[in-house]
T-cell receptor, first 115, second 116 residues
Framework: AQSVTQPDIHITVSEGASLELRCNYS??????LFWYVQSPGQGLQLLLK??????LVQGIKGFEAEFKRSQSSFNLRKPSVHWSDAAEYFC?????????????FGGGTRLMVKP | DAGVTQSPTHLIKTRGQQVTLRCSPK?????VCWYQQALGQGPQFIFQ???????QRGNFPDRFSGHQFPNYSSELNVNALLLGDSALYLC???????????????FGPGTRLTVL
């Protein structure tokens, strides 16, 4: 069974500082990998995804993530955080098969941004 | 281009009652997944519908059932509500092309269910 761990429940950074959110997964092979963002009371918005190819993927809002097979990680980064980035961030994995597209999510990391 | 829509936005029920939540997928999408997100947790997969059939199911009891209509919209039904069913219920849509599942999912805003 696949699983996702986001070790940091809360992270606080100053506006303009860099950000890295950690994600580790457990899966028998290389899964599909996603990062979603959720503002309070809202649904999930896809930031970026990794299916294959270049292990450094670019997303929306200036975010990027790097897939590291040897570490089973898919960490999210942003060089300079804006106050509007304060939200909950979820890492998710999907199985590489055609049976369905169930996503398994981590518990999330709540990002707070200090002025 | 309309995104994924869900109704109602909020719902309050009492224990033992039944509830139906509705979802319309993004234009061009034919696959719908439902997720339950308890407060402070990540979403958990309930089930997936494609071609009006349940294709994949997570670890949820039979009290949770669903339906997909010919226009690809979907309903989630929960019977005999428990306090623990209080959560944000998210619908996500995606599409299959030439029989191949496209794994990128687009989420709706969710329905907040409160069970008293």
């Amino acid at each position: 069974a696949q699983s996702v761990t986001q070790p940091d429940i809360h992270i606080t950074v100053s506006e303009g500082a860099s950000l890295e959110l950690r994600c580790n997964y457990s899966y028998g092979a290389t899964p599909y990998l996603f990062w979603y963002v959720q503002s309070p009371g809202q649904g999930l918005q896809l930031l970026l995804k990794y299916f294959s190819g270049d292990t450094l993927v670019q997303g929306i809002k200036g975010f990027e993530a790097e897939f590291k097979r040897s570490q089973s990680s898919f960490n999210l980064r942003k060089p300079s955080v804006h106050w509007s980035d304060a939200a909950e961030y979820f890492c998710a994995v999907g199985a590489r098969n055609n049976a369905g597209n169930m996503l398994t999510f981590g518990g999330g990391t709540r990002l707070m941004v200090k002025p | 281009d309309a995104g994924v829509t869900q109704s109602p936005t909020h719902l309050i029920k009492t224990r033992g009652q039944q509830v139906t939540l509705r979802c319309s997928p993004k234009s061009g999408h034919d696959t719908v997944c439902w997720y339950q997100q308890a407060l402070g947790q990540g979403p958990q997969f309930i089930f997936q519908y494609y071609e009006e059939e349940e294709r994949q199911r997570g670890n949820f009891p039979d009290r949770f059932s669903g339906h997909q209509f010919p226009n690809y919209s979907s309903e989630l039904n929960v019977n005999a509500l428990l306090l623990g069913d209080s959560a944000l219920y998210l619908c996500a849509s995606s599409r299959r092309t030439s029989g191949i599942q496209i794994h990128e999912q687009f989420f709706g805003p969710g329905t907040r269910l409160t069970v008293l």
